[in-house]
Each structure stands twice: as structure tokens, then as C-alpha cells.
């Protein structure tokens, strides 16, 4: 049998916490030490050593790209880089610990599948922490690590470490439930436990934060149980010279839930028309199945009426359909939200009108409680609010599909993206009006 090499898995994490607490800091260490830098990236780190002072080389200036990042010592941006090891590759996003950026930290920690909640030794859990690790419960990050920062300047005493866990451990079941929470203690800056053990620790049998990244199992974070296709784009090539494709016609997108196979019964809606894979096209050639998160084109047995924002969907596990939505959101914008504003609704491969309905409530970040709401949604805010759409979204609850629940909200006139929406599961699912296979 010929040996086959399986892809190396990609794992999506982010860095968030506090201002200072280090994160530009620890993704320069961990891109050091793992030996993922390049000659010229090191040297150009050398030179850029006198911007901040000291003569020293800053770790932080690998993702603190913009000179007011560098001199105030601070992350504006989120900044993505990129890294490998053997065992998995790895997209890493650093994202800001001001509050006023806090919708930074949102987009960079949509797509994440692990988030490092960074926590100075010395201060503990304070709101930013509370604040961020609410975000990445609210988000469905299914896996969280709380690196416990600077713990060389509390003499690495394990009570320190012990008493800020317990303070996390106090409020997580508030958030509801990560598929796994780490805490490890470290120092961004010396490298102690972040790529190598430390001596430091003779106390802390766990993995370093390398090691960690490296073994987490992500490989059931996607849902792999209900096919969702939403249609991106229907392929028909142009290509005078090539008659063999003269008559092709697939439907391009992102799987984003499920496996589907050749031969499979799927369903188009809204239409409920039915029909069969015929073929699976990837840019390397045809395949007998795929799955979550693949790009691909399928080609259907029968010539359908489909089009960009349709969803070809398994015959199982049925989606809602509705034009009343529930969702939470976190408000990016320094104007309100408030009842009877309008926006463009991105939902998908689709775009809507939207009107608010109602803002239920807001998240009380100390408590996690929700409370009453008078003057709408202030910047950085999470709350509920209620939705209605100028013709009924196909969808899940986000907890159940990320890439089906999610959705951003347009101010209209400026094209500002104002809000990152989580939809709450839908009431029903969807009434198919055709029950027939296409003929």
C-alpha cells in the first residue's frame, strides 16, 4: 500500500490581556525560541533595538509593527504572523489590551481555535482579564490557556500562582463550558516555560505553553455532524478552447459543517429542491468526499436553480429559517446601539437589511449578569438584542456552527463594520416546500 502523508494540522490561536501584560512579548518568544524566525527578521530586530531604548533586543517588535506601537511600548493592531513546527503549523494573532480596542480583540479572535489569556503575577485577575475571557466563552473558543505572566517577579512562588487560578476557577463556570482550560505559569520575557521547562518550576508538572499548542486536540472543534454548504458562487468556466467544460456547472464555496460524499442526497434551500453529489473539484482534482473547513465545488446530479447565499445542506439535522432573529453581540462603534437602527446584516455568503428590534440587556463584566439596558449598547459593549431582516436568514445557534451563527452588522453610508453578531439557536427548523428529488 503506498504510504500517504497526512497534511500537518493548522491551529489558530490569539493573544489577549490587560495592557503590558506581555503578549507581543510571548509571541516573540515563542517565534525565537521555536527557531521560526529568519536571519533577516533577527537582524532587522537588532536594528530596531534603539527605538525603544536600552540597546536591547524587543521581542514585541516581531508583531508591533506601527512606530507608535514601538515607542509607547504598546499593541495598537491586531498583527498576525505565522509559524511551524514539525508536529502543527500555527496562525497566531496579537491582538490589543486596551479597552477601546477590545473590538480588535474580537476580530482577532473570531476564527481562533485556542485563546492565551495572559495575567500579570503581580496584579492578578482584574477587569480586562474577566473582560476577554467573557469575549472568547461568547465567541465558542473551545479551548482557553491562562498564562500566568511575569511570575519571575513574585519570586516564582507557587501560592501566587495557586490563588490567581482559583480566582479564574471562581467565575469560568459563569461562561459556560470550554472543551478545555490550562493554566500555566511563565515568563514571556527570560522564555521560563513558554518553549522550554523551566527550573523555576520545579512545582508545575504540566506542559509549556509550546507543547501545549502542539497536543491540543482541535480536530472535533469543527461540527462534523450536520452539512452546511452556503453557496459562494456558481461556476460555469469560459474557456472557448476547452470543450470538455462547455457544459460544467458546480458550486463553488466553503464547507462549513459536515462531510459530504459522492453520491450523497442533499437539499437546496430556501427552494427544498433535492437532488445527488455527483463530483467533489478541489483545485488539485476531484475527491470522493470532504469535509469542514474545505473550499470545493460540487457538482449535482441535477441542474438546480441555485445561486450565491442559497446553502446546500445534508438531509439530517435541518437548520432554522427566520427573519426574527436573537443574538448577542459585542458593539464596535462609538455611537450606540440602539432600537429602530438600520444596517447591512453579513451573514454568510449573503447581505441583508436589518432593523433593530429591541436591545434586551447588557453583560455586566464583573458578574457576568445580564442587566437592564436605557441608552442602548455603548463602544465595546456585549448585550442581546433582536433582529428583523428584509427576507429570512437560513442559520444555526452559534454554539452549534460558528460559520452558520455568526454575523456582522454594515453601517449603512459608511460601510463600518459595527457589530460582530452570535445567533442564539433558532426556534424551528426550516419547512422544506419541495419533498421530491428534482426531476
Known sequence: MPYTQHPIELLRFNTCG????????????????????????????????????????????????????????????????????????????????HVQYTRNMVTGASTANLSIVLVDARLGVIEQTRRHSCIAALLGIPHLVFAVNKMDLVGWKEERFLEIRDDIEGFLPKLGAFKDVKFIPISALNGDNVVDASPSTPWYAGPTLLAHLETVHIASDWNMTSFRFPVQWVNRPNNPTDHTLHDFRGLSGQIAGGIVKVGQKIMALPSGLKSTVKEIWTYDGSLPEAFCPQSVTLV??????????????????????????????????????Q??????????????????????????????????????????????????????????????????????????GTNATVAAGMLLPPLEAVKPEYNDFAI
Open 300 to 337: 449535482l446530479e441535477h441542474d438546480l436553480d441555485i445561486s450565491r447565499g442559497d446553502l446546500v445542506i445534508g438531509l439530517e439535522n435541518l437548520p432554522g429559517m427566520s427573519g426574527d432573529l436573537h443574538a448577542r453581540v459585542c458593539w464596535m462603534h462609538p455611537r450606540p446601539l
Open 18 to 97: 490587560s495592557v503590558d501584560d506581555g503578549k507581543s512579548t510571548l509571541i516573540g518568544r515563542l517565534l525565537y525560541d521555536s527557531k521560526s524566525l529568519m536571519e533577516d527578521q533577527i537582524e532587522a530586530l537588532e536594528r530596531s533595538a534603539d527605538i525603544t531604548g536600552g540597546g536591547q533586543i524587543n521581542l514585541a517588535n516581531l508583531t508591533d509593527g506601527l512606530r507608535a506601537e514601538r515607542e509607547q511600548g504598546i499593541t495598537i493592531d491586531v498583527a498576525y504572523r505565522y509559524f511551524a513546527t514539525p508536529r502543527r503549523k500555527f496562525i497566531v494573532a496579537d491582538t490589543p489590551g
Open 339 to 412: 432600537k429602530g437602527n438600520k444596517y447591512f446584516l453579513k451573514h454568510s455568503t449573503q447581505t441583508v437589511q436589518a432593523i433593530v428590534t429591541s436591545v434586551e440587556n447588557r453583560i455586566n463584566i464583573q458578574n457576568f449578569e445580564p442587566e437592564a439596558v436605557t441608552e442602548g449598547l455603548p463602544l465595546n459593549a456585549i448585550g442581546e438584542i433582536r433582529l428583523k431582516t428584509s427576507r429570512p436568514l437560513l442559520y444555526d445557534g452559534y454554539a452549534t456552527n460558528r460559520l452558520t451563527g455568526s454575523f456582522i452588522l454594515v453601517e449603512q
